[in-house]
C-alpha cells in the first residue's frame, strides 16, 4: 500500500492566488514526520517545510504553511500569493520513527503557475 | 552548511556498460546517506540509504550496489547497465540532531541516459 499518496499530477494557479497541493499519509507509528520538497526544472530538490507527528500547531515558513490534520491522516501544502517561480514538480514525504529511517516521497504534483 | 557534489553531472553509456556515479560531502559528520532515482516524470525511488561507513540498506532488489568507503563518501555502482537505469539519481545527505532530523538536503544529481 502507498504510504504517500498525492492525488493530484498537474494543478494551475493563477499569480498572485494562494493554490493547495493535497497529500495523503499512511502509518501506524505514532512518531512520524511530514515534509515537502520543491523540484524546478533544473532537477533540484528543495526543502520547503517540515511537520511533526506531535506538533501542535501546523507549520509555516514564509508563504508555505502546512494544514496538518492528524486525524485525516493529510498533510497539505498551502502556498499563498503564487509566483510564477513557483511552477515545479511538488513531492510530499514522509519519515515514519525519528531515526535512521529513511523518507518515502509520493508521486508529486506539478504546479504551474499562470501570468 | 552542508554541502553535496555529485559527478558527474551527465553521463551517457551503453547497455551492458559498468557504472560508478560519486557523490562526497563537506560541512558535516556522520551524516546518513542517500541514493534516489527519479525517472523522467516521475516520483523519487529510494535505492540505497548508509547510516555509517560500510553500513548499506538496499531498498529494491536490482542490478546497482553501493558503497561508503569513507564517512562522506556513497558511491553507486553497476556492473552492468540496463536500459532501464536511466534516470536522474540523486544523492542526499541528513545530519542526525539529538535523534530527530528535519531535511534531506539533495545534490545537483546526476543524468544517466543508457543507450
Known amino acids: 500500500a502507498q504510504k504517500i499518496t498525492q492525488t493530484q499530477p498537474g494543478m494551475f494557479v493563477q499569480e498572485k492566488e494562494a493554490v493547495t497541493l493535497d497529500c495523503t499519509y499512511d502509518?501506524?507509528?505514532?512518531?512520524?514526520?511530514l515534509f515537502w520538497y520543491k523540484q524546478p526544472s533544473s532537477g533540484e530538490m528543495i526543502f520547503l517545510i517540515y511537520?511533526?507527528?506531535?506538533?501542535?500547531q501546523n507549520a509555516t515558513e514564509g508563504r508555505y504553511s502546512l494544514n496538518f490534520q492528524k486525524a485525516r491522516k493529510s498533510a497539505n501544502l498551502v502556498i499563498s500569493a503564487s509566483q510564477l517561480g513557483d511552477s515545479a514538480m511538488y513531492f510530499c514525504?514522509?519519515?515514519?520513527?525519528?531515526?535512521?529511517?529513511?523518507?518515502?516521497f509520493g508521486k508529486g504534483t506539478r504546479l504551474s503557475v499562470i501570468a | 552548511s552542508q554541502t553535496i557534489h555529485q559527478w558527474p553531472a551527465t553521463l551517457v553509456q551503453p547497455v551492458g556498460s559498468p557504472l560508478s556515479l560519486e557523490c562526497t560531502v563537506e560541512?558535516?559528520?556522520?551524516?546518513?546517506l542517500y541514493w534516489y532515482r527519479q525517472a523522467a516524470g516521475r516520483g523519487l525511488q529510494l535505492l540505497f540509504y548508509?547510516?555509517?561507513?560500510?553500513?548499506i540498506s538496499s531498498e529494491v532488489p536490482q542490478n546497482l550496489s553501493a558503497s561508503r568507503p569513507q564517512d562522506r563518501q556513497f558511491i553507486l555502482s553497476s556492473k552492468k547497465l540496463l536500459l532501464s537505469d536511466s534516470g536522474f539519481y540523486l544523492c542526499?545527505?541528513?545530519?542526525?540532531?539529538?535523534?530527530?532530523?528535519?531535511?534531506?538536503?539533495f545534490g545537483p544529481g546526476t543524468r544517466l541516459t543508457v543507450t
Open positions: 514525504a514522509m519519515r515514519e520513527g525519528l531515526a535512521d529511517t529513511p523518507l518515502v
Open positions: 502509518t501506524s507509528d505514532p512518531s512520524y514526520g
Open positions: 511537520q511533526g507527528s506531535y506538533d501542535q
Open positions: 560541512g558535516t559528520s556522520n551524516p546518513n
Open positions: 548508509s547510516v555509517g561507513i560500510g553500513q
Open positions: 542526499a545527505l541528513e545530519v542526525m540532531e539529538t535523534g530527530t532530523s528535519y531535511e534531506q538536503y
